[in-house]
């Protein structure tokens, strides 16, 4: 029943696979796993394509295809780099420097968001008041 942990859950990356494991049918669970995986990626990356070329498109609700395929380009160089990076430094973990660097750069955006919310708080209150006067 029981056993010695051996670290099977120390890599997060793997973590599910080896979860999977120990339960029926773990190839279907593994494959299952990988095309969800693969259909976020797809979608995450083909929103954020969208949404930065309507910033370049001046804002355009439809913007064209040129921006998109710019962007794309701009997003698969990126990820080569970093898959190449990955490779040939092997001794640098080349994720965690990623996702640090994205905690250090997303730093200034708590402080708009804050500030933000401020201002939507500002908003609420002053059509309340103009409901109420009415």
Known sequence: ???????????????????????????????????????????????????????????????SKTHRVIWSVFILLATIALVLLGNIKADINVLEAVQRLLIITSLPFSFFIIIMLIYFIKDILQHNTIIDKT
């Not at 796993?33 to 995450?44: A, H, M, N, Q, R």
């Open 1 to 63: 029943m029981g056993g010695a942990y051996n670290n099977e859950f120390g890599n997060v990356f793997s973590s599910i696979f080896v979860f999977f494991e120990h339960y029926p049918y773990a190839t279907f669970l593994n494959i299952t796993s990988i095309v969800l995986l693969i259909s976020f990626l797809i979608t995450s990356v083909d929103s954020a394509v969208f949404v930065l070329s309507m910033f370049t498109d001046k804002g355009a609700k439809n913007p």
